[in-house]
């Protein structure tokens, strides 16, 4: 039987055969006119495994629910980075075909930022969070800034950056300070970057420390300074991956989590050209200051109601 396939990440893909089409739609005429709105986090969730979740709080309360569940979740998180290959297969699950069109759609969204927000700097800044083996900065950021700070917590994909990066610095443009650590333990120093570049680390992050992680690094822009996220996205409530303790968040749930850091969306766009069978991928614009006007389309609120079949299959890539 065909089947169709409803999540995947580089390491998991769901797939349910035609029949057993899980999202039960709540958008009937009567629930729309009274405004019924489910937030974000109480809508349900699934890990790898197929195991259904209530809510974003009861994942989260059994999975880093006190101190010694957290400090387990962050160490088989880096842990599994650690058995991974420094290479640009390595940090994109087995996807190195995705590089080229990230690429061309990053440099898309920040060159129209850039332009609006910083017409004419003469020196940019940019901090590369989670950056792997250097590839975003590799590819994109060193052209655009003329000092790329990268933080990692893996040290032999640090080193790999360095060493990638040496080839393409020059006295204008170059990798200025390597920090290797995870995001939920890194302060910026105050003022130091127009832009802090997030991309594809940020569901390692328990929703906490999302929070005090953006609040923190909040005092590191610059004036105009902004944040740019770049994600994976689930359709609705959260997808947990077993495997490398990583949590993939829907649009709503993200907009929830931007509300509690007190960002605002300046711009968004989705990420065009990857393979089909991948999550969805959105770039956010973030900024401290209200945007004037907002680009992008507004995501609808989502009623679901999550149901997974039983028969409903799993299985890696
Ligand atoms: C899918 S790779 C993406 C790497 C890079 N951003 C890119 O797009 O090429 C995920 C990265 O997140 C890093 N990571 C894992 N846990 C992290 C944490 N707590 N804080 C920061 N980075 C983390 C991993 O070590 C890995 O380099």
């Known amino acids: 039987m065909r089947e169709n396939v409803l999540f995947s990440s580089p390491s998991y893909k769901f797939t349910l055969t035609p029949t057993h089409i899980c999202f039960f739609s709540l958008q009937t005429p009567k629930l729309r006119r009274s405004r019924v709105r489910t937030k974000a986090m109480e809508v349900g969730g699934l890990d790898s495994k197929g195991r259904k979740f209530k809510n974003a709080e009861e994942m989260w309360r059994e999975q880093a629910g006190d101190p010694s569940k957290k400090c387990d979740w962050y160490k088989h998180g880096v842990g599994y980075w650690e058995g991974v290959e420094a290479s640009v297969n390595g940090v994109l699950g087995g996807y190195a075909q995705v590089n080229e069109p990230d690429v061309e759609g990053s440099e898309a969204f920040l060159n129209t930022l850039l332009s609006e927000r910083f017409p004419n700097s003469d020196h940019l800044a940019a901090l590369d969070c989670g950056s792997g083996i250097g590839r975003v900065t590799k590819n994109l950021l060193i052209r655009y800034f003329n000092e790329v700070d990268l933080l990692e917590p893996v040290s032999h994909f640090l080193d790999a950056a360095r060493e990638n990066l040496g080839h393409t610095s020059s006295d204008k443009h170059k990798a200025t300070n390597f920090f290797c650590m995870p995001l939920q333990e890194f302060t910026p120093d105050a003022r130091r970057y127009d832009v802090i570049w997030v991309q594809w680390c940020i569901g390692h992050l328990t929703d906490d420390d ?108």
């Open 210 to 317: 999302f929070v005090s992680f953006f609040n923190r690094a909040k005092a590191g822009l610059k004036p105009g300074g902004f944040f740019v996220l770049k994600e994976n996205i689930a359709r609705t409530g959260f997808v947990l991956d077993n495997e490398d303790r990583s949590i993939t968040r829907s649009d709503s749930y993200f907009r929830e989590l931007f509300q509690k850091c007190g960002l605002h969306i300046y711009q968004s766009k989705d990420q065009k050209g990857l393979p089909e069978e991948l999550f969805a991928v959105k770039m956010y614009a973030l900024t401290t200051d209200s945007p004037k006007r907002v680009h992008g389309t507004r995501s609808k609120v989502i009623f679901y109601e999550w149901e997974m079949p039983k028969h409903s299959k799993i299985h890696k890539l």
